[in-house]
Structures are given as C-alpha cells and as structure tokens.
C-alpha cells in the first residue's frame, strides 16, 4: 500500500488476458465446427433428392402400427396355440359354427320342418343325428353335401339326397338296405345286407328268423348261396344254418342236427338228388349224423353212434344164424 492507504496495483496483470485468449480461442473454434457442421449437412441435403411419399408414410406410421401388429400377433398366435394343445379345436369350431347358426335362424333361416322318405330301419332322430343335423342348425349354413355324405356312410343307408327349401325346409330322401341274413364268425353274430355289407354288429329281436350263414367269406358268398338252396323247399325249409368251409364249399346244418357236405362244385344237382333222397326214403327222418356228397359218384352217410351198435348187432346176429344153420 502507499502512504495514502492505497492497494499498489501492477499496471500489468497476466493472469486474466491470458483467461480471456483462451476462451475467445475456444469459443471461436465451436463456433467454425457448429457453422460447418451445419453448411456440411445443408450441403447434403440440398444434393439429396425428395424421398418417396410412400417412404415417409412408412417411416412415420410403421414404429407404431409395427408394435401394435406384432402385439395382436402375439396375442392371436398365443390364443391358437392354447386351443391346439389343449384339444379344444373341435370345441371351438362348434361354438364358432352354433354363433354362426344363431345368427343365421335369428334372421329367419331355422329348420322348421324335416320331411324324411324312405325311412323304415332308422328313426327320424336317428337319420337327424347321422347328418348331423341338430336344433341349433340354420337351413342357411347347412352343407348338403356334407350331410349326404355323412348318411351314406351309414351301413344302413345305400343312397340320400337331401335338399334345401328356403327358408325353413329340409327334405331327405333315403334308400336303405335290407336286412338279407345273420353272419357268424368267430363266435359274433352280425345282420349282414345282400351285398355282405355289415348292417349291425349285434342281432335285435326282430332279426332272429333271418337265415344264418357261417364263416369266413360267409357273408359275400351268402346271396347266390340262399338263392339256389331256396330252389329246393324239401332241404331249404329244414337248414338251420349254411357254412362256408375253407372259403370254397357249403356245409348245411339242419334243425335237427344232421350234417350235409355238399360238393364243391355242382351243388345244385348235389341238392336236388338230396332232396329226392329225403322224398322218396325219408333220409332226413333216419338215424344218421351226416350226409356226404363232395364225391360225385356216390353218397355216404354216416350213422348215429346208437345207429351204428344197432347195426352192429344186427349183423352179429345175422352171423350166429348163419353159424347155426350150417
């Protein structure tokens, strides 16, 4: 300080210009990068054609139309996968198709009445149930073809044709097969059709008076078999049963027991001259447990066990009157 309490000040003080440089220096240096940066991306722009409308809806709506979608195919892919492996597939459908249906009647399309011709084995709900058709389903939606194709897999139903009458009709028009014979094989009794085709696995009441036939290939062979012993009353009306032996010839059973082997081939004339037989000497009436007629050029029967030590003692007799006489 000076005699006059003054603070002595050097007139030189280095310390702030050489601040002040420093930062003209730095300021001036962020300012050229700034102001070249921005001439640089001006510059680029300008050279840069105008992008595609098309392009820029792109860039502007697929960030978030993007995750929206992906979000719903999570979710749809999620929901799909549940049903498959859970086994829901089929309950689903139907709630899908009932959904579809009620709409549908709700529109005036409901099944109101359901004319079924030809029906004399099944039941009117039966060739419903068949088809496939229920309470729920709608005339509009309902596949025709769909329903047929159901029906005529039904053993019972050779052909149906089913239309549509709008707005509430259903007309079904059936041709079933008959019930021809009962079939055995393997100790299971089936109703068979004319064709062999297997109408029931099991025999109801009313199907005991049919002809049975037995064994392998039984049931195709069955129609030409019937056909031809029915030419011949004597032996049709007392056959209980007609086998099929090794899938070539017929055996017959009949009522009383008695066992025919017919021949293979030629068995028409096989059972006309067992028929004669039966006519003219009672065959069927004797005490014999089987009839074979496979050789052609001769007969033979074989006797009951009772038959036959009757006949054994016959002749042995026969003998001793013999022996005595001489």
Do not use: C
């Not at 096989?270 to 069927?284: E, T, Y």
């Amino acid at each position: 300080m000076d005699g006059a309490g003054r603070s002595r000040r050097s007139r030189r003080s280095p310390e702030p210009k050489t601040d002040l440089k420093a930062a003209a220096i730095g300021a001036a240096v962020l300012l050229r990068e700034y102001f070249g940066f921005d001439r640089k991306r001006v510059k680029a722009r300008a050279d840069r054609s105008p992008p595609n409308r098309v392009i820029l809806w792109l860039e502007r709506m697929m960030p978030r139309r993007a995750a929206l979608m992906l979000t719903l195919a999570a979710l749809l892919g999620s929901a799909v996968l549940g049903v498959f492996k859970g086994g829901h597939v089929d309950a689903v459908l139907a709630q899908l198709a009932d959904s579809r249906n009620a709409l549908a009647n709700s529109a005036g399309f409901r099944i109101t009445s359901v004319a079924i011709n030809g029906r004399r084995q099944l039941s009117q709900d039966e060739v419903l149930g068949i088809g496939g058709v229920n309470g729920r389903s709608s005339l509009l939606f309902l596949d025709a073809a769909t329903v047929r194709d159901k029906l005529k897999a039904n053993p019972w139903i050779a052909d149906a044709t089913v239309l549509k009458l709008y707005p509430g009709q259903l007309q079904i028009d059936l041709v079933e097969r008959t019930a021809f014979a009962l079939w055995q094989q393997d100790g299971r009794l089936a109703v068979i059709a004319e064709d062999g085709a297997v109408l029931e696995p099991y025999v109801a009441r009313r199907f005991m008076s049919l002809p049975l036939v037995v064994g392998k290939g039984a049931e195709t062979r069955a129609r030409d078999f019937l056909a031809l012993l029915a030419r011949y009353p004597q032996v049709h009306s007392v056959t209980k049963a007609a086998i099929f032996v090794g899938e070539r010839r017929w055996n017959l059973r009949l009522k009383d027991g008695l066992d025919i082997r017919l021949p293979e081939n030629d068995v028409g004339n096989a059972l006309a001259a067992l028929s004669k037989m039966d006519k003219d000497d009672k065959l069927f009436s004797r005490d014999i447990v089987a009839v074979d007629l496979r050789l052609p050029d001769r007969l033979t029967v074989q006797l009951s066990e009772d038959a036959a030590k009757a006949r054994e003692e016959l002749f042995k007799d026969k003998k001793k009157k013999k022996a005595g006489d001489a």
